[in-house]
């Protein structure tokens, strides 16, 4: 079972819990959010590390707590791999289970891979757009440039 994460204004929010599962009734992700979760989940899970679909995942994961050498070329190219891999594994997501348009994959595609010099860190901006052509940037994880 997966948990999704649907934000909710602050006027909602009683608590100054950070997870809860106190709500009277579940909040059901669907659209936009429900996409995005499904991206990022997929991009982030380390390739082989889910024991009933071992193929799923990407080799992003690897990059995260190594040492990042700003001018290696090898890490967009490592990024955009894993973007292109994780468009592949939702496509096949979709092709197997229902979703609407507005929770299928149109695109998603690397906007910004650039050096943070104030936090010696590579950051990451992903643009995930669904079928019904909304969209929305995220900023992925920083990558320690030591």
Same mark, same amino acid.
């Given at each position: ?30 659209? +936009?959010?429900?996409?995005? =979760?499904?991206? @990022?989940? %997929?991009?982030?899970?380390?390739? #082989?590390?889910?024991? *009933? ?36 594994? +939702?496509?096949?997501?979709? =092709?197997?289970? @229902?979703? %609407?348009?507005?929770?299928?994959? #149109?695109?998603?595609? *690397? ?36």
């Amino acid at each position: 079972m997966d948990i999704h994460f649907q934000p909710t204004a602050a006027s909602e929010t009683y608590s100054n819990k950070v997870f809860t599962f106190g709500f009277t009734a579940a909040l059901k992700v669907q659209g +936009l959010q429900f996409l995005v =979760n499904r991206w @990022v989940k %997929t991009f982030m899970t380390p390739v #082989g590390s889910d024991y *009933l679909h071992p193929e799923t995942g990407t080799s992003f994961a690897a990059l995260i707590g190594v040492n990042i050498n700003r001018d290696n070329p090898d890490i967009e190219d490592a990024v955009v791999l894993a973007v292109d891999d994780t468009n592949e594994q +939702l496509a096949e997501q979709e =092709n197997e289970g @229902v979703y %609407t348009a507005e929770e299928s994959l #149109g695109y998603a595609k *690397l906007v910004t891979l650039r050096y943070d010099s104030a936090s010696s860190s590579v950051n990451i901006w992903i643009e995930i757009s669904n079928k019904l052509n909304q969209s929305l940037t995220l900023k992925l994880v920083d990558l320690a440039d030591r």
